[in-house]
């Protein structure tokens, strides 16, 4: 199994890094999480028909601006996209016209909080952000792997991340500073540690603040002085489990 990390970057795309979005290559099919302008690069890892399965977050535009390239890909195989219940009516309206107008095809599942089985099972929970934003929990070859989208610490995020052998959490802040429910280095390290997680990949760095790979570094070192098991992702960033 394999995690590609296509877009690393919050709000918006710059040098460093493109929007959210994360693909996994398994046995049980392709895994996507989150729909940024990274989503773009998919069709260079989808080689085989296996089953897509594409997670949304939430309808922030940095991880939902990639749908309108849906009409790029050339997959036999639909894509299956997971959304919280009560979101269809936003996602239909942006995959279709005046927005997008998608060659290929699409089956939108709402799914209520708690687990589920979807060819592989997988966990939704609601976090902490200024608009509703969901994590998910996805077991894929016996290895658990967790995503938190855009959040702050809540009781759900530990949760999420409880024994995960992978915690792919959002790091957008360099300090806190706000209630938009978002994080820095050491929240998501700590949570790393306290939730028993084997291995956490910092991601999702605000455009604004993380303004070179430096920076990003930077994130890494304060991470692992709580967690030493931490990365700083970037586009180019490939795990192998």
Same mark, same amino acid.
């Given at each position: 199994?394999?995690?590609?990390?296509?877009?690393?970057?919050?709000?918006?795309?710059?040098?460093?890094?493109?929007?959210?979005?994360?693909?996994?290559?398994?046995?049980?099919?392709?895994?996507?999480?989150?729909?940024?302008?990274?989503?773009?690069?998919?069709?260079?890892?989808?080689?085989?028909?296996?089953?897509?399965?594409?997670?949304?977050?939430?309808?922030?535009?940095?991880?939902?601006?990639?749908? @309108?390239? $849906?009409?790029?890909? #050339?997959?036999?195989?639909?894509?299956?996209?997971? *959304?919280? &219940?009560? /979101?269809r009516k936003d996602l239909e309206t942006l995959v279709n016209a005046p927005y997008t107008n998608p060659d290929?095809?699409?089956?939108? @599942?709402? $799914?209520?909080?708690? #687990?589920?089985?979807?060819?592989?099972?997988?966990? *939704?929970? &609601?976090? /902490?952000?200024?608009?509703?934003?969901?994590?998910?929990?996805?077991?894929?070859?016996?290895?658990?792997?967790?995503?938190?989208?855009?959040?702050?610490?809540?009781?759900?995020?530990?949760?999420?991340?409880?024994?995960?052998?992978?915690?792919?959490?959002?790091?957008?802040?360099?300090?806190?500073?706000?209630?938009?429910?978002?994080?820095?280095?050491?929240?998501?390290?700590?949570?790393?540690?306290?939730?028993?997680?084997?291995?956490?990949?910092?991601?999702?760095?605000?455009?604004?603040?993380?303004?070179?790979?430096?920076?990003?570094?930077?994130?890494?070192?304060?991470?692992?002085?709580?967690?030493?098991?931490?990365?700083?992702?970037?586009?180019?960033?490939?795990?192998?489990?």
């Open positions: 199994m394999k995690i590609y990390f296509l877009g690393t970057n919050g709000w918006y795309t710059t040098s460093t890094g493109n929007t959210p979005c994360i693909l996994i290559d398994s046995q049980e099919g392709y895994v996507i999480f989150d729909a940024g302008n990274g989503f773009y690069k998919i069709d260079q890892f989808i080689k085989e028909d296996k089953p897509i399965s594409l997670f949304i977050s939430h309808f922030h535009l940095d991880h939902i601006s990639g749908l @309108h390239m $849906l009409s790029k890909f #050339k997959f036999v195989q639909p894509i299956n996209i997971y *959304i919280a &219940k009560g /979101r290929i095809k699409i089956a939108i @599942h709402e $799914l209520e909080e708690g #687990k589920h089985e979807v060819g592989f099972p997988v966990e *939704i929970l &609601k976090m /902490r952000h200024n608009n509703e934003n969901h994590g998910f929990r996805v077991t894929l070859e016996g290895k658990v792997i967790a995503y938190s989208g855009d959040t702050g610490i809540c009781d759900n995020s530990r949760l999420l991340a409880q024994n995960a052998d992978i915690l792919i959490h959002e790091c957008s802040y360099m300090e806190v500073s706000d209630n938009w429910g978002h994080v820095d280095p050491p929240l998501a390290a700590t949570l790393a540690k306290e939730a028993g997680v084997k291995k956490l990949i910092l991601t999702h760095f605000d455009a604004s603040k993380y303004t070179d790979p430096e920076k990003r570094k930077w994130a890494e070192n304060e991470a692992k002085k709580i967690f030493p098991d931490a990365v700083a992702a970037d586009d180019n960033l490939v795990i192998e489990l």
